[in-house]
């Protein structure tokens, strides 16, 4: 029972250089979305999906792009890493009209950008 | 300023103790309610919900919904050490068709032995 899965789980870059995150779920979940976390500044979203082969920004989007090819899973990337890109990144999921506010994460992915 | 805040902390406590952590939001339209906990190196998991206003229970846990004031609590009675941890606040809309919750910066709470 994997829930959702993100890789890698550590990761550190140089400014300029490019990666990508993977998240999968194997819950079946609509709903996608990749938050950042920093100290003092609590969870932040990123971009997020409603589904296959669509994707909305969302408060901090600037940096990075996603792609949802298949409905299990959403990729992250930075396409030239910033020092302020430096965070630990979550991937979470949740089903189409859920009314619970569960979302379901992942355990995070620590990028350091020096 | 920011939609949901919340104080946070560090908050530490003797065991037992009675903890009250909060947040304050300033979107009246925020319906749902959510209290979420997460440990070390891990990712956030939910520990209740409520919606609109009102109290609910949870075993040592209670959650206060005040939409008046715009103001949100929860309760943890008799804590553990186990309930060591952040707690975030988050909240969304009735009507979100997205799902996205709107997260407080969270409380570290610490309860010593």
């Known amino acids: 029972n994997a829930g959702v899965t993100q890789t890698p789980k550590f990761r550190v870059l140089k400014t300029g250089q490019s990666m990508t995150l993977l998240c999968a779920q194997d819950?079946?979940?609509?709903?996608m979305y990749w938050y950042r976390q920093d100290p003092g500044l609590g969870l932040r979203l990123i971009h997020y999906s409603v589904g296959e082969g669509t994707t909305a920004k969302g408060e901090v989007p600037d940096g990075y792009n996603v792609s949802r090819l298949k409905k299990q899973n959403f990729l992250l990337g930075l396409e030239s890493a910033a020092p302020s890109q430096t965070s630990v990144y979550f991937c979470a999921s949740t089903k189409r009209g859920e009314g619970t506010g569960e979302l379901f994460f992942g355990e995070g992915s620590r990028l350091t950008v020096l | 300023q920011k939609e949901v805040e919340q104080d946070p902390g560090p908050l530490s406590v003797p065991e037992g103790a009675i903890v009250s952590l909060n947040c304050t939001y300033s979107n009246s339209a925020f319906q749902y309610f959510m209290w979420y906990r997460q440990y070390s190196r891990k990712g956030p998991e939910l520990l209740m919900y409520?919606?609109?206003?009102g109290n609910k229970e949870d075993g040592r846990f209670t959650a206060q919904v005040d939409k008046s004031s715009k103001y949100i609590s929860l309760f943890i009675r008799d804590s553990q050490p186990s309930d060591s941890a952040t707690y975030l606040c988050?909240?969304?809309?009735?009507?979100?068709?997205?799902?996205?919750?709107?997260f407080g910066q969270g409380t570290t709470l610490q309860v010593k032995p």
């Open positions: 819950m079946n979940h609509e709903y």
């Open positions: 409520t919606y609109s206003s």
């Open positions: 988050a909240m969304s809309f009735l009507s979100s068709n997205t799902g996205k919750l709107i």
